[in-house]
Nanobody
Framework: QVQLVESGGGLVQAGGSLRLSCAAS????????MGWYRQTPGKQRELVAT???????NYKDSVKGRFTISRDNAKNTVYLQMNSLKPEDTAVYYC????????????WGQGTQVTVSS
């Protein structure tokens, strides 16, 4: 059974930094894309950043230059380094793994709260 375990959320002041981690277990290969999404109450979940197994990354425009996604394929772990945090970054952050199966399948973590105070 595939499980995603997130860690690293918390409360930080504006301008501060946090690092999120997401470790996948139950899958040792055929992991395609891993990434981070976030959601605030009443809004749809939105993409923050993704990273393919080959290292290609994609970011939401508002986090470019502040957030960096990276992954350790050997550990099936993806990280999100968040710098210069803003109150509008406050959300529950979810890790997502998309398999390389045919058809592909998505797995989600349980979410971790990030709160940025002004």
């Amino acid at each position: 059974q595939v499980q995603l375990v997130e860690s690293g959320g918390g409360l930080v002041q504006a301008g501060g930094s946090l690092r999120l981690s997401c470790a996948a277990s139950g899958i040792t290969r055929n992991t395609n894309v891993m990434g981070w999404y976030r959601q605030t109450p009443g809004k749809q979940r939105e993409l923050v950043a993704t990273c393919s197994s080959g290292g290609s990354s994609n970011y939401k425009d508002s986090v470019k230059g502040r957030f960096t996604i990276s992954r350790d394929n050997a550990k099936n772990t993806v990280y999100l380094q968040m710098n210069s945090l803003k109150p509008e970054d406050t959300a529950v952050y979810y890790c997502k793994l998309t398999t390389a199966w045919v058809p592909p399948y998505n797995f989600w973590g349980q979410g971790t709260q990030v709160t940025v105070s002004s």
